[in-house]
């Protein structure tokens, strides 16, 4: 059967290390076809133009920092069936899109969301949860080896995450996008209420990994502590106003600025930020707060015609190929695995030391993933703190582990 064309939208700004991280990433991934579209500021276009994909992708001009212009600019641009959002500071897995897409065959399915693993590699940040129309959330326990299809009732919608979700592009059409009066945050919650309203279903699809770390940005710092709350205040006044009655909205508002207070000084008791630092947050979440009572909000206009032709990767068939060694091999075998990207194989380095040491997971900058542990030590967090293994067997438990996603044979 046909695979849809897809379109991958990423969206940059102020982060062109991690920008270079994601777009190896995204060279790695086996799917036919598929293009990508960069919507990025200076140092973003710098460094698509300084890549391997130079000339390959389509990079787009933008430098606001407004995630749904961002966003919309990107799906204006793209040509494929299904446009796929991911963020520039997270990496999908090989099969990322092949597993993603796959329900896409069912006509009534609008969207599409897959899980997010944090910043260890194995731990999710994010898996399925449905929202309502205040923004609270609930966990949905899924079966994680297939899609599961949803469809909406009453007012509830099926979350998707931004940094792994996608969307049949005429669905973004009709829906108007993103929209813009949500610069930074529930800019995707407001699109996944309007899914449900139109009566899309959306398939949650956890064999669909992203690796998102949390970068540093002006508005957090890489350990997640916040820098500033004003975006975050204007959009939850914007949500308001879409969402809830004026009889409902104070008392509403009163439980999410406590929220962050807590959240606030969780961090100033853990000694992350200062008594001051405290107060000039809440300040800031007023202030936007404040300004997104005037914000204006709705929909935005969606070019119905891409304005570029489809641009697909050329993704030639890379086999998944795994090195495994003590962990003062690394060097050696570090430079084996970036010489065997090179060479245009998908490849998964473990490096293992004699202690109980937790195993974390990342994707080097070279295109390679590695994941480094103890061979007695756990790698889903849920298992038993130590485990006697030989190493020939932890190998051969850890790759089964990662199979489906990075693509082994069995």
Same mark, same amino acid.
């Given at each position: 059967?046909?695979?849809?064309?897809?379109?991958?939208?990423?969206?940059?700004?102020?982060?062109?290390?991690?920008?270079?991280?994601?777009?190896?990433?995204? =060279?790695?991934?086996?799917?036919?076809?598929? @293009?990508?579209?960069?919507?990025?500021?200076?140092?973003?276009?710098?460094?698509?133009?300084?890549?391997?994909?130079?000339?390959?992708?389509?990079?787009? @001009?933008?430098?606001?920092?407004?995630?749904?212009?961002?966003?919309?600019?990107?799906?204006?641009?793209?040509?494929?069936?299904?446009?796929?959002?991911?963020?520039?500071?997270?990496?999908?897995?090989?099969?990322?899109?092949?597993?993603?897409?796959?329900?896409?065959?069912?006509? !009534?399915?609008?969207?599409?969301?897959?899980?997010?693993?944090?910043?260890?590699?194995?731990?999710?940040?994010?898996?399925?949860?449905?929202?309502?129309?205040?923004?609270?959330?609930? !966990?949905?326990?899924?079966?994680?080896?297939?899609?599961?299809?949803?469809?909406?009732?009453?007012?509830?919608?099926?979350? $998707?995450?931004?940094?792994?979700?996608?969307?049949?592009?005429?669905?973004?059409?009709?829906?108007?996008? /993103?929209?813009?009066?949500?610069?930074?945050?529930? %800019?995707?919650?407001?699109?996944?209420?309007?899914?449900?309203?139109?009566?899309?279903?959306?398939?949650?699809?956890?064999?669909?990994?992203?690796?998102?770390?949390?970068?540093?940005?002006?508005?957090?710092?890489?350990?997640?502590?916040?820098?500033?709350?004003?975006?975050?205040? =204007?959009?939850?006044?914007?949500?308001?106003?879409?969402?809830?009655?004026?009889?409902?909205?104070?008392?509403?508002?009163?439980?999410?600025?406590?929220?962050?207070?807590?959240?606030?000084?969780?961090?100033?008791?853990?000694?992350?930020?200062?008594?001051?630092?405290?107060?000039?947050?809440? &300040?800031?979440?007023?202030?936007?707060?404040?300004?997104?009572?005037?914000?204006?909000? &709705?929909? =935005?206009?969606?070019?119905?015609?891409?304005?570029?032709?489809?641009?697909?990767?050329?993704?030639?068939?890379?086999?998944?190929?795994?090195?495994?060694?003590?962990?003062?091999?690394?060097?050696?075998?570090?430079?084996?695995?970036?010489?065997?990207?090179?060479?245009?194989?998908?490849? $998964?380095?473990?490096?293992?030391?004699?202690?109980?040491?937790?195993? !974390?997971?990342?994707?080097?900058?070279?295109?390679?993933? @590695?994941?480094?542990?103890?061979?007695?030590?756990?790698?889903?967090? %849920? %298992?038993?703190?130590?485990?006697?293994?030989?190493?020939?067997?932890?190998?051969?438990?850890?790759?089964?582990?990662?199979?489906?996603?990075?693509? /082994?044979?069995?």
């Amino acid at each position: 059967m046909t695979q849809p064309p897809v379109s991958v939208v990423v969206v940059s700004r102020d982060r062109p290390a991690a920008l270079r991280r994601c777009l190896t990433a995204l =060279a790695q991934v086996q799917y036919t076809p598929f @293009e990508v579209v960069v919507v990025a500021d200076v140092k973003g276009r710098a460094t698509v133009a300084g890549s391997p994909l130079a000339g390959l992708v389509k990079v787009v @001009e933008f430098d606001r920092p407004n995630i749904s212009e961002a966003r919309n600019l990107g799906i204006s641009h793209a040509a494929g069936d299904i446009v796929a959002f991911i963020d520039d500071d997270a990496v999908p897995e090989p099969s990322w899109l092949t597993h993603l897409v796959s329900p896409a065959t069912r006509p !009534h399915v609008g969207a599409m969301g897959g899980f997010v693993r944090g910043r260890n590699g194995i731990s999710f940040q994010w898996q399925a949860r449905s929202i309502d129309e205040t923004g609270a959330t609930e !966990h949905m326990e899924m079966n994680p080896r297939r899609a599961t299809i949803l469809t909406p009732k009453g007012a509830r919608g099926t979350k $998707t995450e931004g940094t792994n979700m996608a969307v049949r592009r005429d669905v973004l059409v009709d829906l108007e996008g /993103f929209d813009p009066g949500f610069a930074f945050y529930l %800019d995707e919650t407001d699109l996944n209420l309007r899914l449900a309203r139109a009566g899309h279903a959306t398939a949650i699809v956890p064999m669909a990994e992203v690796h998102h770390g949390f970068a540093a940005s002006p508005r957090r710092r890489a350990d997640r502590v916040p820098r500033d709350l004003f975006d975050i205040g =204007a959009s939850w006044a914007v949500f308001q106003r879409k969402y809830l009655s004026e009889a409902e909205r104070r008392d509403h508002w009163r439980a999410i600025r406590l929220s962050e207070r807590k959240r606030a000084l969780e961090h100033m008791v853990a000694g992350r930020l200062l008594p001051r630092d405290v107060r000039y947050l809440l &300040g800031r979440l007023d202030q936007g707060y404040s300004q997104g009572l005037m914000r204006k909000r &709705g929909g =935005a206009q969606i070019s119905a015609s891409p304005i570029l032709p489809y641009q697909p990767l050329e993704v030639a068939p890379r086999k998944s190929v795994l090195i495994s060694g003590r962990i003062w091999q690394a060097k050696r075998l570090r430079a084996e695995a970036a010489e065997r990207v090179k060479n245009g194989e998908i490849v $998964t380095l473990f490096l293992l030391s004699p202690t109980s040491l937790y195993h !974390h997971v990342r994707f080097d900058p070279r295109g390679f993933w @590695e994941q480094s542990g103890g061979l007695f030590g756990k790698s889903s967090r %849920d %298992d038993v703190v130590f485990r006697p293994y030989g190493f020939r067997e932890r190998v051969l438990r850890e790759r089964e582990r990662v199979a489906i996603q990075r693509l /082994f044979s069995a």
